[in-house]
């Protein structure tokens, strides 16, 4: 759960949408830190290939789609695939905007 300026955001739903675009192989969405709304939304997406996508396209896409507050403020676009752990699930600790 990230909690941006009394908003409740949850990453499951967003995470949803930016997987249904046509570029994107796999996401995670975490909350960093604001001085201002104590979090905001931040999105790693992983591409199917290198420049399949922009960032100010899956922004738009997301926005179409979400409410303005779960639009990621932050983005970061790679084609290495997420960490994960044995069973398979994305170990969001490691997950990282920088």
Same mark, same amino acid.
């Given at each position: 759960?990230?909690?941006?300026?009394?908003?409740?955001?949850?990453?499951?739903?967003?995470?949803?949408?930016? #997987?249904?675009?046509?570029?994107?192989?796999?996401? $995670?969405?975490?909350?960093?830190?604001?001085? #201002?709304?104590?979090?905001?939304? $931040? $999105?790693?997406?992983?591409?199917?290939?290198?420049?399949?996508? @922009?960032?100010?396209?899956?922004? #738009?896409?997301?926005?179409?789609?979400?409410?303005?507050?779960?639009?990621?403020?932050?983005?970061?676009?790679?084609? @290495?695939?997420?960490?994960?752990?044995? @069973?398979?699930?994305?170990?969001? $600790?490691?997950?990282?905007?920088?």
């Amino acid at each position: 759960l990230i909690l941006r300026g009394g908003e409740n955001v949850y990453p499951l739903e967003i995470e949803q949408c930016i #997987d249904e675009h046509p570029a994107v192989l796999e996401c $995670a969405v975490i909350g960093i830190d604001s001085a #201002d709304l104590g979090q905001e939304v $931040a $999105a790693v997406v992983v591409l199917r290939s290198e420049g399949a996508a @922009t960032e100010e396209e899956l922004r #738009d896409y997301v926005a179409e789609r979400l409410a303005y507050f779960k639009v990621p403020v932050k983005w970061k676009l790679s084609t @290495t695939p997420l960490p994960r752990n044995a @069973t398979g699930k994305t170990i969001r $600790a490691k997950v990282a905007i920088s």
